[in-house]
């Protein structure tokens, strides 16, 4: 097929990728351009990200882009939360942090004595986590860099101001700060105020679909796209553009976008900023065309990366496929754990922490490598189903298909295990589904596609492959492990 080409470099926590999507009739043909790591780096001051090696990441994507014939236009996205900080000259000052990073242990408590957390969550509608931006700015005070600072760019904006020299905040993405209004869906200034943030620190806002600028003369130069290449705003917090894209026939549908972290939940018009859904820790994220994403981080793949990474430390076979066959034939339910106790957080031995979780709540930890991997995929097949459940629940509506996207859709006994644990099917794929939303984005914007969301869904449907899984396993031993799971509403 011949068609409009775009670009989406997505940014995750483990790796970087630059994706092309060729748009015809009927037609999304995804090539890999580019994918290159992301590796973070401990400092004295804590763990940060490697800005510049994401920066020259993407331009190398965007290099093999114009080699594979050039784009109509370019989009970025990636995790939330992160920032980096310009000075008055537009210099990014220092290094961003990594939101693993211990140092805003304290900070949620400084925050909520000007602010309480029930006020907080009815002005942002955000899940309480120790890392949100505002927290993490809470614990920078006082510092030089935040004095300097005349400039916050969260992470995918900043890759944004370095290929076109504008500045602006996404809405999205925004939305994932703490100091962006959830009914309002603009900048909170009386939560800066009160929060001692400068309201200038926070640029102006800008939409999915909306331009962003044009390629700086020595990124042209670099790259080999033409200098008036432009770079359309996408939904540049990555859980966005991934539910963006979704591949659901009608309305009834759950969705778990699954990576590093699982976000599961509902697609709704209008945030539920209630006690009920603060307790059960849900959040309200902006969507594409003013959607609501009300969702719930569950720990996620970070839990068995983590596990492979310290097995590949000491040497040990850390595969992960034989490590799958293994869980698969393993005894179902060994142990029961809470993907999202605290102190899976931070990196390091996964295993280890998860044995003395298991020893602290009187359990047998797993005795195989196998039933380990099997105890990370059942805690997360259950806090799936039951964030789903808890979801509909709290907006009285029902849901027939849960759809998992991302990476995770390709870990058959995942999709399995999610389905059984939620009695409901479950559709896997596509494993790109927030590179797909990018391209989405950028290809309606640029008139490459009609304007309505579920037909840009019927499109990924169409084109994508995508895998059902009817849910199936014994319904009294996945309700005896939810009752044995310590899960709890945070
Ligand atoms: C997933 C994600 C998630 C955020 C986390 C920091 O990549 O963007 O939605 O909560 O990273």
Known sequence: VRGPVFAAADLGATSGRVILGRFGPDRLDLTEAHRFPNIPVRLPGGLHWDVLALHQGVLDGLRAAARAGGVTSVGIDGWAVDYGLLDADGRLLGNPHHYRDERTEQAAEQVFAVVPREELYRITGLQHLPFTTVFQLASARGSAQLDTARTLLLVPDLMVHWLTGTVGAEATNASTTGLFDATTRTWSAGLADRLGIRPGLLPPLRLPGEPAGTLLPHVAAY????????????????????????????????????????????????????????????????????????????????????????????????????LLDEAARARPFAAVIDPDAPEFLPPG????????????????????????????????????????????????????????????????????????????????????????????????????????????????????????????????????????TGQHDP
Do not use: K
């Open 223 to 322: 790259t080999g796209l033409p200098p008036s290449t432009p770079v359309t705003t996408v939904a540049s917090h990555d859980t966005a553009s991934a539910v963006a894209a979704v591949p659901a026939r009608g309305p009834d549908f759950a969705y778990v976008s699954c990576g590093t972290w699982s976000l599961a939940g509902l697609e709704l018009d209008a945030p539920v900023l209630t006690e009920a859904a603060r307790t059960a820790g849900f959040t309200n994220e902006l969507g594409t065309d003013g959607t609501v994403r009300f969702l719930r981080n569950i720990m996620g793949l970070w839990l068995l990366t983590e596990t492979l990474g310290t097995r590949a430390a000491r040497g040990l076979p850390h595969a992960l496929g034989p």
């Open 349 to 484: 031995d996964m295993p280890a922490r998860i044995a003395a979780f298991c020893e602290r709540t009187g359990q047998t930890p797993p005795e195989s490598p196998g039933s380990l991997v099997r105890t990370i995929l059942e805690a997360l097949a259950l806090a799936h189903a039951r964030t789903v459940r808890r979801a509909a629940e709290l907006t009285g509506r029902d849901v027939a298909v849960v759809h998992l996207v991302g990476g995770g859709s390709r870990n058959a006994l995942l999709c399995q295990l999610t389905a059984d644990a939620a009695g409901l099917p479950v559709v896997a794929g596509p494993g790109e589904a927030t590179a797909i939303g990018s391209l989405l984005i950028q290809a309606r914007a640029h008139g490459a596609v009609g304007d309505d969301r579920s037909a840009l869904r019927r499109l990924v449907a169409a084109t994508q492959p995508l895998r059902r899984y009817e849910p199936g396993g014994d319904r009294r031993a996945w309700a005896a492990a939810a009752a044995r």
